[in-house]
C-alpha cells in the first residue's frame, strides 16, 4: 500500500513557500530515458482532464538526452519537448544553469523528475525548491542511487517499493510526500521485482502529482503537510 508521511531530511534549507499557495498553472517534466513514468503522468493528466479539473497542464517535457524515448511519448500526447544537452557543457554548473533557464521559461508551479538520470547542483535544486518533485525506486531512505532492486535483495528485506519526494540538495533525499510498498516474493528477480515497483511507480506519481496541484499536499518548512483524509485517499494496494 502507499503510505504517507511527513520526514523530512535533516540539515535541508528550509522552505517558507508552499506549493500550494504557488500559482497552479504549469508543469514541467525532465526526462533522460524510455518515459514510462512520462507516460503515466500524460494518460493520468488526459483521463482526469486535468487541464479543467486542476487547472493545471503539463507545458513541456525537458530532456538531457536527444535520443530519449520519452520524447516521442511526450509528442505522442502533443506535449511540446525540449533538448538541452549535458554534452554542450563542460561542467554540471554550465548544464544546470542552461537547464534551469529553459524550465523557468514556463514558470512552472512544479517540476517533475521522471527518470531524470542526472545529479542536479545546488543552485538548481534551491532555485525550484519547494516545487521539485522526484519519483524513486525503493522506500527511501533505504537503498539510494542505482541498482536499488539489486540492494533489495541482497539485503534480504521483505519489503521494496516507491518514494516520491520534494528534491533536497543531497541525492535521492528531501520530504516524501508518499510511498508505495512491494512485498518481495520468494523467487523475486532483479527483474520481477523492478516490473512490479514501476507499475507502483506508474500509479503513486500522477497521484501524487494531482494531490499537490489540489492544494491537498503541499511542503512548509522542510515537512510534507496534508489535509485531514489525504493519506487515506492516496492509499492503495501495490500489486
Keep these: 500500500m502507499i503510505l504517507l508521511a511527513v520526514s523530512a531530511s535533516e540539515g535541508q534549507t528550509a522552505v517558507t513557500t508552499s506549493v500550494e499557495s504557488a500559482a497552479m498553472?504549469?508543469?514541467?517534466?525532465?526526462?533522460?530515458?524510455?518515459?514510462?513514468?512520462?507516460?503515466?503522468?500524460?494518460?493520468?493528466?488526459?483521463?482526469?482532464?486535468?487541464?479543467?479539473?486542476?487547472?493545471?497542464?503539463?507545458?513541456?517535457?525537458?530532456?538531457?538526452?536527444?535520443?530519449?524515448?520519452?520524447?516521442?511519448?511526450?509528442?505522442?500526447?502533443?506535449?511540446?519537448?525540449e533538448i538541452v544537452s549535458h554534452l554542450a557543457f563542460s561542467d554540471r554548473e554550465g548544464f544546470d544553469a542552461a537547464l534551469a533557464g529553459a524550465v523557468e521559461a514556463h514558470q512552472p508551479f512544479l517540476v517533475v523528475?521522471?527518470?531524470?538520470?542526472?545529479?542536479?547542483?545546488?543552485?538548481?535544486?534551491?532555485?525550484?525548491?519547494?516545487?521539485?518533485?522526484n519519483v524513486h525506486p525503493s522506500l527511501l531512505p533505504a537503498f539510494p542511487g542505482l541498482a536499488t532492486h539489486r540492494q533489495a535483495l541482497a539485503a534480504g528485506v521483505r519489503v521494496h517499493g516507491a518514494t516520491v519526494h520534494f528534491v533536497s540538495s543531497e541525492v535521492d533525499a528531501g520530504p516524501i510526500v508518499a510511498q508505495g510498498v512491494v512485498c518481495l516474493r520468494p523467487d523475486d528477480d532483479e527483474e520481477s521485482l523492478a516490473r512490479r515497483v514501476l507499475e507502483v511507480e506508474h500509479r503513486l506519481l500522477p497521484r501524487c502529482v494531482a494531490a499537490i496541484a489540489r492544494g491537498d499536499v503541499w511542503l512548509e518548512r522542510d515537512q510534507v503537510r496534508a489535509r485531514p483524509g489525504v493519506a487515506a485517499q492516496l492509499a492503495l494496494l501495490a500489486s
Excluded at 482532464?49 to 538531457?64: C, E, F, H, K, M
Excluded at 523528475?113 to 518533485?133: C, D, I, P
Design 25 to 81: 498553472k504549469k508543469i514541467v517534466i525532465l526526462i533522460s530515458g524510455r518515459g514510462s513514468n512520462l507516460g503515466a503522468l500524460l494518460a493520468a493528466a488526459r483521463a482526469e482532464a486535468w487541464d479543467t479539473t486542476l487547472g493545471i497542464r503539463v507545458a513541456a517535457v525537458i530532456s538531457n538526452r536527444a535520443d530519449a524515448v520519452g520524447l516521442q511519448v511526450a509528442r505522442e500526447f502533443d506535449v511540446p519537448t
Design 113 to 133: 523528475l521522471a527518470g531524470f538520470m542526472r545529479v542536479l547542483t545546488r543552485s538548481f535544486v534551491e532555485h525550484f525548491a519547494g516545487r521539485l518533485l
